[in-house]
């Protein structure tokens, strides 16, 4: 393996994201946060320094709900750093609303950017991976999955949509050595969970301890922790796999 393979993570710079990157860093990955939101995305790139102090992480502008550009920027950065070694979908918008008065255009701007920008950045990585003889994919599901929300039809039809690339894309690709896994959160506080409460988030919080096997909340660690394993050599015979992480939520 090179010194600093390359990394690649969909909204790196939000609560999760931030903390895959920051894993991935620690494991020696170049890291290649990618993000619309520039200030978080750069200061936190800046952070990630390398053994000379600078930093050793790359701030990528991309809108994941433009998929052509997005496809020229995922090739532009292999031509220009080489193959990715890693690649995790973890951006996503927490699209909510009855089905009769949810737009055609938020509908499919959910799908766009929380399913189809995992399956064209994997499409523009994949041929690298192939090439230097092997890769992971992770992508980030949702415990939504597993329970089945009202008002949630295009964020769980999203996630939806990555399982079945997970379990398709596994296939494919385990011949060429290109393992393909998911990780399912449950409720983690970030910026995602933030419209769930208003001054005081005591009460979500005991909702979601009640819910909960594991009487603690969280932290996006967690997360990234479990985003890490399947990564690692440790987890080389899995593939096709969706990792719970909700404290006991759902199981099954
Ligand atoms: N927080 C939870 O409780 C929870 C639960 C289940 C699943 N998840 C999943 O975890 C993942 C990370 O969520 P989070 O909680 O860290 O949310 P977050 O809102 O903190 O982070 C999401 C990131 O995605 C970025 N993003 C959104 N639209 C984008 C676009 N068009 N192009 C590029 N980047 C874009 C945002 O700027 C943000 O940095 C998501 O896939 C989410 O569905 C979260």
């Known amino acids: 393996m090179k010194k600093h393979p390359n990394a690649l993570v969909t909204g790196g710079a939000g609560g999760i994201g931030s903390a895959v990157c920051r894993i991935l860093h620690e494991k020696g990955y170049r890291v290649f946060v990618m993000d619309v939101a520039t200030a978080e995305g750069q200061a936190l790139a800046a952070g990630l320094t390398g053994e000379n102090g600078k930093s050793a992480a790359v701030f990528v502008y991309a809108d994941l709900a433009d998929l052509q550009s997005l496809h020229q920027t995922a090739t532009q950065l292999t031509e220009q750093y080489g193959p990715f070694e890693v690649l995790v979908n973890n951006a996503a918008i927490d699209t909510m609303g009855p089905l009769e008065t949810t737009t055609i255009e938020e509908y499919l701007l959910t799908q766009r950017i929380n399913a189809e920008s995992a399956y064209i950045l994997s499409r523009s ?25 009202e008002n949630r039809a ?99």
Not at 125 to 149: D, E, N, R, T, Y
Not at 196 to 219: H, N, V, Y
């Open 125 to 149: 990585v994949a041929p690298g991976m192939k090439a230097i003889g092997g890769g992971q994919i992770v992508s980030i599901l949702s415990i939504i999955l597993s329970g089945g929300w």
């Open 154 to 252: 295009p964020y769980a039809m999203s996630k939806g949509a990555l399982l079945g690339m997970t379990r398709s894309l596994a296939r494919e690709l385990g011949p060429d050595s290109i393992r393909v896994n998911a990780v399912s959160p449950g409720a983690i506080p970030t910026a995602m969970e933030r419209k769930f409460w208003k001054d005081d988030r005591s009460e979500l919080d005991a909702a979601i301890l009640a819910k909960q096997s594991l009487k603690f909340r969280a932290a996006p660690e967690d997360v990234a922790n479990a985003v890490w394993f399947l990564i690692s050599p440790e987890s080389r015979f899995i593939t096709g796999h969706e990792l719970h992480v909700n404290g006991g939520w759902y199981m099954g």
